[in-house]
Structure formats: structure tokens, C-alpha cells
């Protein structure tokens, strides 16, 4: 499995950015995406698996999956400062009862200006 992020880059507070995760290797359509993220500092946090956002960035963040195009999207609206990190894409096949997500891509770094 191979995942790549990418769309990060500079943004002010307030405004959006959509970051998108290729993946190639396998059947898409048999693994879930999970999106992580790590601020300078701190430990890595889950941002969005399954149904669950965390709860800093729900009603903000939305993801989407196209099947077609094996790609999942992170759009990121309403930013604010707290949300600059390096953002990861990372991948696991569905239906694992084991919490470890295998495969990952190389981040991309978000960064909000106040």
C-alpha cells in the first residue's frame, strides 16, 4: 500500500484548505482511511476514522472518499492556529479488529497564520 497527502500549505485563520490522500497499491475499496495529524511538540492525534471526528475539529472538517478515483479528501474550514501540524493519511483493511494502522503516507504540512 502506498498513501500520499498532499494540499497543505499557508492559510489564515478563518479560512479553508482541502488536503487529499492518494492511495495505490491494493483495492481501495477493502481499506479503511484514517486522517492524523501532529502539531510541532505534541503527540499525533486522530482527526477523522470510520464515523469519528475528534472533537476539536468536528463541525469544521469534513472527509470524503471517491471510490472511483482512490482518493480520500480532508476539507478543513473555519481554521484556526491550533489546527497547524503535519497532516497524515493512513491505512488499514477493513474489518481488522486490531487498532494499528499499518500504512502510512509521508504528511503535509498545514500551517494557520493568526
Known amino acids: 500500500v502506498q498513501l500520499q497527502a498532499f494540499g497543505g500549505g499557508l492559510v489564515q485563520a478563518g479560512g479553508s484548505l482541502k488536503l487529499s490522500c492518494a492511495f495505490s497499491g491494493r483495492t481501495f475499496n477493502n481499506y479503511n482511511i484514517g486522517w492524523f495529524r501532529q502539531a510541532p511538540g505534541k503527540d499525533r492525534e486522530l482527526v477523522h476514522a470510520g464515523i469519528t471526528y475528534a472533537e476539536s475539529v468536528r463541525g469544521r472538517f469534513t472527509v470524503s472518499r471517491d471510490n472511483a478515483k482512490n482518493t480520500v479528501s480532508l476539507q478543513m474550514n473555519s481554521l484556526k492556529p491550533e489546527d497547524t501540524a503535519v497532516y497524515y493519511c493512513?491505512?488499514?483493511?477493513?474489518?481488522?479488529?486490531?487498532?494499528?494502522?499499518?500504512?502510512w503516507g509521508q504528511g503535509t504540512l498545514v500551517t494557520v497564520s493568526s
Open positions: 493512513a491505512a488499514r483493511r477493513k474489518f481488522t479488529p486490531s487498532e494499528v494502522w499499518p500504512f
